[in-house]
């Protein structure tokens, strides 16, 4: 496919590689993206009902039950090729680094290091006071409580534990945020793989790149509002599109 060797010759003649990853990365690996229709009983909410400030201080066991649901559903997921792919060019190409907007951790999980996460861990969890300072983690696995009730309470204040991730409205942890303009700044290349590009501020990553002169080459079945600034559109998913672009680049220059 030409536009998998263009891809190739811009990745080997970039200085700085971006990567910016959104939920379409881990869909192969069994997790429903984000504005996919979420399945069975929480069909009839729309997750802005759910992933917020408000909707938590309104009915924190609703909300920490999405969180639980969520979490059943990622806890079997595996990397998949497009994860190790990703890998395998930060091995290729050491100062690159991923963004994700994504909330589980099979980038890591597949060998990726240092990796910028701009909306936290569904994983984790942290108290909704941080009043141990910001974060404030809380490891639930210690705590016992009636599991019915909802969340717990924080060990330290007894307010309520929530999940240590970024809800719709509040802010980004400013210390991703910055070192993710940084590095948009710094970048001639992003991949942009997997995501619809809808929010803010992590869909202005691209842009930045762009301002400056960079090559933005996106990654997805569908287009994009990105795809009108990529100088490439790899149309597939990314599963299948990065480990050719992976191959391509292994074979003789
Ligand atoms: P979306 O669900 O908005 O978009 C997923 C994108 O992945 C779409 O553009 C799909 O076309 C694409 N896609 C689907 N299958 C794919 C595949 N196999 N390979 C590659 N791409 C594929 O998810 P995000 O863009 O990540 O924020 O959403 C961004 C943010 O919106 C999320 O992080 C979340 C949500 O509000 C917070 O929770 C704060």
């Avoid at 408000?54 to 039950?65: E, G, I, N, R, S």
């Avoid at 907007?101 to 990796?115: F, I, K, T, Y």
Wanted: net charge neutral; proline share 8%.
């Amino acid at each position: 496919m030409m536009t998998i060797q263009k891809c190739v010759d811009t990745l080997r003649s970039a200085k700085q590689i971006s990567i910016l990853t959104g939920a379409g990365v881990s869909k192969e690996s069994g997790i429903p993206t984000f504005r996919d229709a979420l399945d069975g009983l929480w069909a009839r909410f729309d997750p802005r009902q759910l992933a917020t400030p408000q909707a938590f201080q309104k009915d924190p066991k609703l909300v920490w039950d999405f969180y639980e649901y969520r979490r059943a559903l990622m806890r079997p997921a595996e990397p998949n090729a497009g994860h190790f792919a990703l890998a395998a060019l930060q091995r290729r190409f050491p100062t690159l680094r991923i963004i994700t907007q994504n909330v589980d951790d099979l980038h890591e999980r597949a060998g990726s290091d240092d990796v910028i996460r701009l909306h936290g861990n569904i994983a984790r969890n942290k108290c909704s006071a941080d009043c141990q300072g910001s974060p404030t983690r809380v490891d639930v696995s210690q705590l016992t409580w009636d599991k019915a009730s909802g969340p717990p309470p924080c060990p330290y204040c007894g307010r309520l534990v929530r999940p240590d991730v970024v809800w719709f409205g509040e802010m980004l942890p400013r210390d991703e945020l910055d070192r993710a303009l940084d590095l948009a700044r710094r970048s001639d290349v992003m991949l942009v793989v997997g995501t619809s590009g809808m929010v803010s501020p992590s869909a202005e990553m691209p842009y930045l790149v762009k301002d400056h002169g960079g090559v933005v080459i996106e990654v997805n079945p569908e287009t994009t509002p990105i795809t009108r600034i990529a100088t490439l559109h790899l149309q597939g998913a990314s599963g299948v599109v990065l480990p050719e672009v992976v191959a391509a680049l292994d074979t003789a220059q």
